[in-house]
Nanobody, 125 residues
Framework: QVQLVESGGGLVQAGGSLRLSCAAS????????MGWFRQAPGKEREFVAA????????NYADSVKGRFILSINNAKNTVYLQMNSLKPEDTAVYYC??????????????????WGKGTLVTVSS
């Protein structure tokens, strides 16, 4: 059973930074894609960023490119999302995602196999 546990959300002022962590457990993840989606109130869950387990491939949504940095620590089975220059429109619940077939930029949330419970990020103006 795959488990994904997020941490690091909170309240920050616009222009500030936060780092989210996602610890994965339950199986070998060597072929998995790992990443983050987010869901703002009244909106659909959307892709934010994803990384292959070997870190050979990293993809970002256009809305976060240049501001967010995704990284992975294979020894700790943990994925990190460093969020810089945060904007009020980044406010959302952020969900860690894991998928055996990888996570492409255009993947729909319904096609992702595993999710964390989410962590709230609130950016005040």
């Amino acid at each position: 059973q795959v488990q994904l546990v997020e941490s690091g959300g909170g309240l920050v002022q616009a222009g500030g930074s936060l780092r989210l962590s996602c610890a994965a457990s339950g199986r070998t993840f060597s072929t998995y894609g790992m990443g983050w989606f987010r869901q703002a109130p009244g909106k659909e869950r959307e892709f934010v960023a994803a990384i292959s387990w070997t870190a050979n491939t990293i993809n970002y949504a256009d809305s976060v490119k240049g501001r967010f940095i995704l990284s992975i620590n294979n020894a700790k089975n943990t994925v990190y999302l460093q969020m810089n220059s945060l904007k009020p429109e980044d406010t959302a619940v952020y969900y860690c995602a894991a998928n055996p077939a990888g996570l492409a930029r255009d993947i729909q949330a319904a096609r992702v196999d595993y999710w964390g419970k989410g962590t709230l990020v609130t950016v005040s103006s």
